[in-house]
């Protein structure tokens, strides 16, 4: 089956603590991309990569740090410079780089983090 | 601002009836995305277009690009339906998200 996995589902970290999560796509597309969800609000982009060894910042990348070393994996950071971690992280694919990019979106089942 | 604006925000429809969700946008686009966000939190893309009319099942979307605006329609609606409709337009070369219409379908 081909699709994007998250994990961990729900996450729970120390304030001060950096924290990982992770993303995987088996579907062979070039770009990654990582939002953040908030209640209330509409999906936010935090950061996105349209091809391996490459990635830009999105609207709110400050507090977040990400790499794309594989074409499959693309995990995000979130670093205790983050002011308000506490949120719904969704991770998502789509085919094509470039001005392509931005077409359309797979979704990850996400990653609750919730920072205590 | 709200690059992109849904009504209504929340819903509650019996089993069975039509359902209508709107999406207006003051941006220039290329396509307009349609998602489907379940309770567990995962999102589904349901269409994307950039013209006209798409039908998937008892799902249907329009859109109007002079008008600015796109519809979603469920017909013969059912409680397996209940999720949050999330409106995505890309303009340039991002995503702007609309906040969700919450769909309650009750049997």
């Known amino acids: 089956d081909g699709g994007i996995t998250q994990s961990p589902k729900y996450l729970f970290r120390k304030e001060g603590q950096n924290v990982t999560l992770s993303c995987e796509q088996n579907?062979?597309?070039?770009?990654m991309y990582w939002y953040r969800q908030d209640p209330g609000q509409g999906l936010r982009l935090i950061y996105y990569?349209?091809?391996?060894?490459?990635?830009q910042k999105g609207d709110i990348a400050e507090g977040y740090s990400v790499s794309r070393e594989k074409k499959e994996s693309f995990p995000l950071t979130v670093t205790s410079a983050q002011k308000n971690p506490t949120a719904f992280y969704l991770c998502?694919?789509?085919?094509?780089?470039?001005?392509?990019?931005?077409?359309?979106?797979?979704f990850g089942p996400g990653t609750r983090l919730t920072v205590l | 601002k709200n690059e992109v604006e849904q009504s209504p925000q929340n819903l509650t429809a019996q089993e069975g009836e039509f359902i209508t969700i709107n999406c207006s946008y003051s941006?220039?686009?290329?396509?307009l995305h349609w998602l489907q966000q379940h309770p567990g939190g995962g999102i589904v893309s349901l269409f994307m277009?950039?013209?006209g009319k798409k039908k998937h099942g008892r799902l249907i979307a329009t859109i109007n690009i002079q008008e600015k605006h796109s519809s979603l329609h469920i017909t013969a609606s059912h409680p397996r339906d209940s999720a949050v409709y999330i409106c995505?337009?890309?303009?340039?070369?991002?995503?702007?998200f609309g906040t969700g219409t919450s769909l309650t379908v009750i049997p």
């Open positions: 277009l950039s013209s």
């Open positions: 579907l062979n597309h070039d770009a």
């Open positions: 998502a694919s789509s085919k094509g780089a470039g001005t392509g990019a931005f077409n359309e979106q797979f």
């Open positions: 995505a337009v890309l303009g340039g070369n991002q995503f702007y």
């Open positions: 990569s349209q091809i391996v060894n490459d990635f």
């Open positions: 941006v220039g686009i290329s396509a």
